[in-house]
């Protein structure tokens, strides 16, 4: 009996570190660990650098949509990417007057599909350095190599850099990056 009841903690042991394992493979963003069996936005509510997008989601409408089965792909700016804005500029699009034009910026951020860093650098490789990318909003991003980094222009001219690549979720990918992928005015 005693061996038995050793076995099985030993077991449970094993399960709990294999367990963990497949959560430490997911990089921490904003301090907060990200798992893949939960949605994109049960995981950024978790981060203390993404409280902006979060309350962006909100007010936007979308958190519905980016709990949704998805898959999607986000490229989720940080607060400082947000507070690099023109000073008024969050303020602004975070009333509710101005939802519509939330929408746009936000959904500029958002492509449908499950497109992890591997599968990007190689269509950039693939169009010869410089592949476009149709967000759900409509917008186009040109995605390029800067060394090892994934950047994206938008449609402004303004170019934000992947920072933490593959945080893998339930219903697609988060690429964090430092810039506001802005549409064209």
Same mark, same amino acid.
């Given at each position: 009996m005693i061996r038995f009841t050793l076995r099985t903690a030993a077991? $449970?042991?094993v399960f709990a570190l294999s367990a963990f394992a497949a959560h430490a493979e997911n990089p921490m963003v904003?301090? $907060? $660990?990200?798992f893949e069996d939960k949605n994109i936005v049960e995981n950024a509510v978790n981060s203390k650098d993404h409280t902006t997008l979060v309350a962006a989601v909100k007010a936007a409408g979308?958190?519905?949509t980016l709990s949704? @089965?998805?898959p999607f792909t986000v490229f989720a700016p940080t607060n400082e990417a947000f507070a @690099?804005?023109?000073a008024g500029t969050v303020d602004s699009l975070l009333k509710p007057e101005?939802?519509?034009q939330l929408v746009k910026v936000l959904t500029c951020h958002v492509v449908s599909a499950n497109a992890m860093s591997d599968a990007i650098g190689k269509m950039i490789a693939d169009d010869k350095g410089d592949h476009p990318v149709k967000t759900v909003g409509g917008c186009m991003l040109s995605a390029k190599m800067d060394g090892d980094k994934i950047t994206l222009t938008d449609e402004t001219g303004g170019t934000a850099t992947v920072t933490i @690549?593959?945080?893998k979720q339930s219903n697609g990918v988060i690429h964090v990056i430092d810039k506001v992928l802005l549409p064209k005015a």
């Open positions: 077991l $449970a042991s904003g301090g $907060a $660990a990200m979308l958190v519905e949704g @089965a998805g @690099a804005l023109p101005n939802k519509d @690549a593959d945080v």
